[in-house]
């Protein structure tokens, strides 16, 4: 591990503050269960339906309707050794090889021993995955896998498939007493019991909530539980532009860093290499052109029509997303172009229309024709490697507190996510993270505590804010990194007034918009923070400065928030 010497030396007391709560109006109504998971998408509603059948109450929340998850936005598919001829530690060592030094492999071999498993409880759950002409599970591969080990649906729809499966278990016992869902609720912040010794903040005893609808579940709330599950996914609406839905605005990490968890690995933000570009100034949510399509033998051409990844690596198109994505930037840059080109022209119209029937469509609403028509192409933000850091049973560092799915660091990603490794990194660690909070609300070991309010300031951006957070996050901790840049974003974001509802002249309220920005806000706080901490380049996160990975930097950077509301951001041993 590096000595603090080797960190980057920073301006004193230029280590930014947080705040350890948002800025709301006191919980109108309380809800109470023996659980509360929070997300619904594969992590979240697997969570929900292990935990229903195990403990007496569980409330799921989700932030606009069960179905819409970023499980949904899925293409890929779902990665599991089930060939005879692959194997766990085939899988796992290609898991390694991604991750680029920086995976925990016990996180990985739960992975790959219990994914194949999980896998067959979905097809045993309704989930109708594509099968070949002998009616076994269709198996293909992606980028970085050196077996064919990706099962999908609907050619291009796995998520959305796996969504409606799940969701369909979940209505199907909706009128159970023991479960209950509200929809249409921003997790605002996770309640926590009374500080200990060191004034960090106590166990996590649920969370407050906006809820916009009709009946007296409306307005801000407090569900409380013996324990929570955050399932909240990524934090795509950190960036400019993203293949993230919208509601992806960082909103569990942002909350249990201000409840007192530790977040690591922030800095490995995975950016997808084939995402359609049409133009500078598009914002929002991207349509993604899955890697899959490079797996079904897709080419990537510059702008002269050179094929440039066989140059590259090894195995050129389907090398590691971040090899990709930077062979491509410095492709673009080379040519002087702003995106590069997708062929698939050779692989036959019916096949693309058959095997890609989702991709297909929408990009026929842009006037392009996967069948015939060169595809324009750039990187772009797509999922974050790091997260809240949990053990191998979804816990976290605060007690009570567990996280599965995108918005968890469970150590399997490392520096660099897998493909197709997310939706089964969600299902088997919500899974253990439901059988681990069971055992332990049986065992009395997860009592009910009364929560407190943390000390110090509250805080709110205004909504108007986010063009310029988001300018910031691109433009420092993006594709392609560096001191200078990494110092000027952190300057922008610290000039961000993080108590405008008490400015003079801005205009904002305690309410969605506001409550969401100021997630996005300390999530690009921790991200640059970490990004210029890291000095070496390695898996998702490269430093044009520091180029080359680093043996020093074989570690994870844990972030945390002292009790006066300091970021400290520390070097520590993966294991």
């Known amino acids: 591990m590096p000595a603090a010497a080797s960190l980057p030396r920073l301006a004193a007391g230029s280590s930014p503050r947080l705040a350890a709560r948002l800025a709301a109006p006191v919980a109108g109504w309380t809800a109470e269960a023996d659980v509360v998971v929070v997300g619904s998408g594969i992590a979240g509603l697997t969570a929900a339906l292990e935990l229903r ?29 089930l060939d005879p001829a692959d194997s766990p530690a085939a899988h796992l060592a290609d898991t390694l090889t991604a991750g680029a030094g920086l995976c925990d492999p016990r996180a990985v071999e739960v992975l790959v021993t219990e994914g194949p498993a999980r896998v067959r409880e979905l097809v045993a759950g309704g989930t109708r995955f594509d099968l070949d002409l002998a009616g076994s599970l269709a198996l293909t591969r992606e980028g970085g896998h050196h077996a064919d080990r990706i099962v999908h649906a609907g050619g291009d729809a796995t998520g959305a498939e796996i969504s409606r499966a799940l969701v369909a278990q979940l209505e199907a016992v909706r009128a159970d007493p023991g479960i209950e869902v509200i929809e249409h609720a921003l997790v605002l ?18 969370v407050t909530l906006h809820v916009i609808g009709a009946g007296t579940r409306d307005g801000v709330g407090a569900a409380l539980g013996r ?15 993203s293949t993230n839905p919208a509601q992806a605005t960082g909103d569990g990490i942002a909350a249990a860093l201000r409840a007192g968890a530790t977040v690591g690995d922030v800095e490995f933000v995975q950016f997808h290499p084939t995402v359609l570009w049409l133009g500078s100034g598009v914002r929002g949510q991207l349509t993604l052109v899955s890697e899959a399509v490079r797996g079904e033998g897709a080419l990537l051409l510059d702008t002269d029509g050179v094929r440039f990844m066989p140059a590259v690596h090894p195995m050129a198109e389907l090398a590691p997303r971040d090899i990709v994505a930077h062979a491509m930037v410095r492709q673009m840059a080379a040519t002087g172009s702003d995106h590069v080109l997708l062929d698939a022209r050779h692989l036959g119209a019916d096949f693309l229309r058959a095997r890609f029937p989702t991709i297909y469509e929408r990009l026929l609403d842009h006037g392009i024709d996967l069948t015939a028509d060169l595809v324009p192409v750039a990187p772009a933000q797509h999922y974050h490697s790091g997260g809240v850091v949990t053990d191998l049973s979804g816990r976290s560092s605060l007690r009570g507190l567990y996280a599965a799915g995108e918005v968890a660091c469970t150590g399997v990603h490392g520096a660099n996510r897998l493909a197709s490794n997310s939706l089964v990194e969600g299902l088997v660690f919500a899974h253990r993270a439901a059988r681990d909070i069971a055992t332990r609300v049986a065992a009395g070991d997860l009592p009910r505590r009364d929560p407190v309010e943390r000390p110090g300031p ?11 957070i988001q300018a910031a996050a691109s433009a420092g901790p993006g594709v392609i990194r560096s001191e200078e840049g990494l110092l000027r974003a952190a300057e922008r974001l610290g000039a961000v007034r993080t108590d405008a509802h008490h400015a003079v002249g801005i205009v904002a309220a305690p309410q969605p918009g506001e409550w969401e920005t100021t997630n996005v806000h300390q999530v690009a706080t921790v991200l640059t923070q970490a990004a210029l901490a890291r000095t070496e380049s390695r898996g998702g996160h490269f430093r044009s400065d520091h180029p080359a990975p680093d043996e020093a930097w074989r570690l994870r950077l844990a972030a945390t928030l002292a009790p006066d509301g300091t970021l400290e951001i520390v070097p520590t041993p993966l294991v």
């Open 458 to 468: 509250d805080a709110l951006v205004a909504a108007a804010a986010r063009s310029r």
């Open 189 to 206: 912040d996770v309640l926590t019991a009374a500080p200990g010794p060191d004034g960090r903040p106590g166990p996590a005893c649920g």
């Open 53 to 81: 059948t195990r403990v007496p109450r569980v409330l799921l929340v989700t932030k606009t309707v069960l179905a819409s998850g970023s499980t949904v936005w899925a293409q890929g598919g779902v990665a599991a050794a």
């Open 227 to 241: 324990a929570v599950v955050l399932a909240t996914g990524g934090i795509g609406q950190v960036f400019r532009s």
